[in-house]
């Protein structure tokens, strides 16, 4: 059974930095793309970034980037993504997914219904 438990989720001012992390367990693929999504609230879940083992390929939506680094350590099964000088606008249930098969993160944008495998979520919250 695939499992994706994300934490490192909270409560920090504008400016601050959170790092959340996304173990992953119970598959072998070889292939497979692992990103971040978020959802504000009565807003689309959004795609954030993913990273691709199938072309070591790397995606971020344009409001994150110089911002937020995805990064992985195959070792402890693992993805995190570092955000630094978080804004309000940040706030949302971020979620870790897993795309299975030869997916690339070299894209315009992630799609919600390419990712097979979700998280339950940590959420969010930068306050002004």
């Known amino acids: 059974e695939v499992q994706l438990v994300e934490s490192g989720g909270g409560l920090v001012q504008a400016g601050g930095s959170l790092r959340l992390s996304c173990a992953f367990s119970?598959?072998?693929?070889?292939?497979?793309?692992i990103g971040w999504f978020r959802q504000a609230p009565g807003k689309e879940r959004e795609g954030v970034s993913c990273?691709?083992?199938?072309?070591?390929?790397?995606y971020y939506r344009e409001s994150v980037k110089g911002r937020f680094t995805i990064s992985s350590d195959n070792a402890k099964k693992a993805v995190y993504l570092q955000m630094n000088s978080l804004k309000p606008e940040d706030t949302a249930v971020y979620f870790c997914?897993?795309?299975?098969?030869?997916?690339?993160?070299?894209?315009?944008?992630?799609?919600?219904?390419?990712?097979?495998?979700w998280g339950q979520g940590t959420q969010v919250t930068v306050s002004i």
């Open positions: 997914a897993v795309l299975h098969g030869l997916g690339s993160c070299a894209v315009r944008t992630m799609r919600t219904y390419e990712y097979d495998y």
């Open positions: 119970g598959f072998t693929f070889d292939d497979y793309a």
């Open positions: 990273l691709s083992t199938s072309d070591d390929s790397i």
